[in-house]
């Protein structure tokens, strides 16, 4: 079992940068598949970025490719997600999640992929 706790989330003006922190407890994740997600109000949850068990590559939305950058600390046993140029739709609960196998490429960016999830933490982009 593993337990996920966001931080970082807040209030920024277009085009400001926030970086979100995802700490992992009860045991280490280095070596799991991880992903962020976010949720906008009225919206279905949608990926951000992952990277997979054993894989080097990283990967991410569309929307955000080119403005976010997913990064990890082993020994800290935390993921970040930085996120610059934000816009205001860029604003929504972000989530990381975890799934202690391999996720295959075409799955990566599924909600059901993943097995364990944090609480959340509100990122909104407004002036």
């Known amino acids: 079992q593993v337990q996920l706790a966001e931080s970082g989330g807040g209030l920024v003006q277009p085009g400001g940068s926030l970086r979100l922190s995802c700490a992992a407890s009860g045991r280490?994740?280095?070596?799991?598949?991880?992903?962020?997600?976010?949720?906008?109000?009225?919206?279905?949850?949608?990926?951000?970025?992952?990277?997979?068990?054993?894989?080097?590559?990283?990967?991410?939305?569309?929307?955000?490719?080119?403005?976010?950058?997913?990064?990890?600390?082993n020994a800290k046993n935390t993921v970040y997600l930085q996120m610059d140029s934000l816009k205001p739709e860029d604003t929504a609960v972000y989530y990381c999640a975890t799934h202690p196998n391999r996720i295959i490429t075409s799955a990566i960016r599924a909600v059901e992929s993943y097995s364990y999830w944090g609480q959340g933490t509100q990122v909104t982009v407004s002036s």
């Open 28 to 73: 280490s994740f280095s070596t799991y598949s991880i992903g962020w997600f976010r949720q906008a109000i009225g919206k279905e949850r949608e990926f951000v970025s992952a990277v997979r068990r054993g894989d080097t590559n990283i990967y991410y939305g569309d929307s955000v490719k080119g403005r976010f950058t997913f990064s990890r600390d």
